[in-house]
């Protein structure tokens, strides 16, 4: 929403559907590894979210290998969704069961608050990990109950990154879970050097998301490949 936090920017400013967007990156390349961070799962109904992600993943080789969600922050694109935004966690935590059941590859029935179907089956199918970002003490918690690792949110400081993913590990524990596995995402910066990340792997961060500085494409590509140069990923 224009105006409404400190990144916001012109309401022109193309804002790309994450599934169309990485269908076109697929397509367009035969090695790149492919994930969302975040897709707001509340916006989405399960049933063809589901179709949409597995096809996703057939088509480009089995190259999508993270699901990250997230609930979203803006009342205003809950309501032009009609969703009911106070009710956005509960529909994401049944969502993530929905998305589970029909990747199962049988037909699944189901019956909760906000999704009822019978006897359906969805192929193709996909085992995919799913993640949850935020910076709510509830993302924390629901990434530890219900997801395989937390994106702890951009506007958090470290030591609240810290302190929110130690909350992921508990719930994770309390839900009957191994917390060592879960895996923790957080952002970095291009400029970072080998011994700060090596530093983040010790505070448990097992993946970091770096984004190019500068709107010239030429030069984005420039500025990651520089980036994945440094750490041996080229």
């Keep these: 929403m224009p105006g409404s936090a400190p990144w916001s920017s012109p309401p022109t400013t193309p804002c790309l559907d ?6 076109y990156v697929a397509a367009n390349t035969s090695r ?18 589901a179709k949409r992600l597995a096809t996703v993943d057939l088509l480009s080789g ?3 290998r993270l699901l990250t969600v997230g609930v979203g922050a803006l009342p205003g694109e809950a309501a032009a969704v009609g969703v009911d935004f106070t009710t956005r966690g509960r529909r994401a935590d049944e969502a993530i069961e929905v998305l589970r059941l029909l990747w199962s590859g049988r037909p699944v029935s189901h019956a909760g608050e906000f999704f ?35 994106f702890a949110g951009g506007m958090l400081a470290p030591g609240e990154r810290a302190r929110q993913f130690d909350l ?18 957080r952002w970095g910066s ?42 041996g990923l080229s």
Aim: net charge negative; charged share 20%; hydrophobic share 40%.
């Design 190 to 231: 291009l400029d970072l050097l080998p011994e700060k990340v090596e530093a983040l792997a010790v505070q448990g961060v097992t993946r970091l998301v770096v984004s190019a500085t500068s709107p010239d494409p030429s030069r984005q590509r420039d500025e990651l490949s520089a980036f994945a140069e440094r750490f």
């Design 62 to 64: 089995g190259r999508l």
């Design 168 to 185: 992921a590990r508990t719930a994770a524990a309390d839900a009957g879970h191994d917390p060592a596995a879960l895996e923790y995402t």
């Design 32 to 49: 790149l590894l492919l994930g969302t961070g975040v897709l707001l799962l509340p916006h989405h109904h399960p049933v063809p979210l």
């Design 116 to 150: 009822r179907f019978e006897d359906v089956c969805s192929c193709p199918t996909a085992d995919l990990p799913i993640h949850v970002g935020g910076s709510s003490a509830a993302a924390a918690r629901r990434a530890g109950r219900l997801g395989h690792g937390y």
């Design 18 to 23: 994450p599934l169309d967007c990485l269908s």
